[in-house]
């Protein structure tokens, strides 16, 4: 007490000064975010990935869905739509139904894009099934992206480790790409009119986090890794011998999401 | 002789270079206006996207986000069998609760019918597409008849969501019955 009432006979302005300092630097540490620390706080599912603030990684990501595994629940479906506020009616990722009867006719559907999930059976199928099973669709991010070819500005691009993005600021929304994709994950985003589509999480993965989909997936059915990494499950999964394909090979795109117990029958 | 059929006039010619290098000019002065700086960094495309792609907002964080304030919750979730089923799947994203580490707002919870609703997307033995032996299916009504209760009873009143085997265990215990094996 003694001290303080010296401090202001000494030097007022500066007493104020102080005081005035020390609150405002106070109440700034309430108003400040605190979103880098939270950042450091959330595991680092993808080892190597944060901190690496090099423009390109030098990873080399897949990913593989485990149709056998796969139950449609619509977690994947859920998590997406949390994830980047998708507009209704609009999927980047989507879980589709496979039915396929004694008579090898394919009936094929996804309510909702399965983010209800499944609640009904289907019951127009006129033979006894012989085989059912769900595939969950997303972005292929394909090594020779049509998209990519076609877009007249510049907007969709491919980095240098794999993904396939697309610039809002610069796509014009006229539609080429979601015609050139071979495989429909493109769709018109009507509230910002531009081409948009599933990124495979690229602001996730770039944190060193998994996409939202994956780290969902409560059977494990959609994994994503680094195929340089040669201890990674992916690695294995793809070396190993396994039922793995891709979607229309032979439209000559390439992708890096690969099937693991893929039937011929899906598209 | 073959002067005498050569122009002399010079004008259109001057006039068509003039405009071609007026063009030229504008051209190159409205790519310079209209073409952003990064267009072409790495390829063709801006390179500037590349940073703001990567600072897209997390809204799902993981499970482990929740249990740093959840700490009950943490402890039965993570030791039973709906370790694998994500929080936010239940209960929505992490940032429509949590944003810049500050308490936003409540998220919904699930009430009644709406919880059987939750179990039975991944639990329901109709949708004969799921494989089997993946995981515990049920059919409904015949699984409520089977245990010997009413029909009209949810989910909820006999299995814990956040771990469903906890209180049949518990249950199992007491009254001295066997425990039934695990199925994975």
Known sequence: ?267 | MDKEYKSHYYSHVVRIAFFLVIGGVLAVVARGLFLPDTMGQYGHYRGSNIEEQKNVEVRNHTNESCYECHRPIRLIHKAGVHQTVSCEFCHGPYADHIQDGKYVEKLPVKRDMEIKALCLRCHNKVIRARPEDSIKMVAMPQHLEEKKVQTDHNCNQCHMVHDPLLWIKAAREMMGLPMKEDKK
């Not at chain 1, 809002?168 to 071979?182: F, L, S």
């Open chain 1, 1 to 267: 007490m003694i001290d303080i009432k010296k401090e202001i006979q000494k030097d007022r302005r500066a007493f104020i000064k102080n005081v005035l300092g020390g609150t405002i630097a106070g109440s700034l540490l309430l108003v400040i975010p605190a979103g880098a620390a939270l950042d450091s706080k959330l595991p680092e599912q993808l080892p190597g990935m944060r901190g690496d603030d090099s423009v390109f990684t030098e990873k080399k990501f897949v990913f593989i869905v485990d149709v056998t595994a796969c139950i449609g629940c619509g977690s994947c479906c859920v998590a997406d739509k949390n994830e980047y506020n998708v507009p209704d009616g609009n999927y980047r990722t989507w879980v589709e139904r496979y039915i396929i009867d004694d008579h090898d006719e394919v009936f094929v559907d996804s309510p909702n894009g399965g983010l209800d999930g499944y609640t009904e059976p289907r019951t127009d199928i006129p033979f006894p099934v012989r085989d059912t099973f769900f595939v969950p669709k997303l972005c292929n991010m394909c090594e020779k992206p049509s998209c990519v070819q076609v877009c007249p500005v510049g907007a969709t691009y491919k980095t240098e480790d794999g993904f396939i993005l697309i610039d809002k600021d610069r796509c014009v929304g006229c539609g080429y790409c979601i015609q050139a994709c071979p495989y429909s994950v493109r769709y018109l985003n009507p509230l910002t009119r531009t081409a948009d589509k599933c990124t495979w999480c690229y602001h996730r993965v770039r944190k060193g986090l998994l996409p939202a989909c994956v780290n969902v997936c409560p059977v494990h059915a959609r994994k994503f890794g680094d195929l340089n990494d040669k201890t990674s499950e992916v690695y294995r999964l793809l070396r190993e011998p396994h039922v793995i394909s891709v979607l229309k090979p032979g439209m000559g795109n390439k992708p890096a999401l690969h099937y693991l117990g893929l039937r011929r029958e899906v598209v």
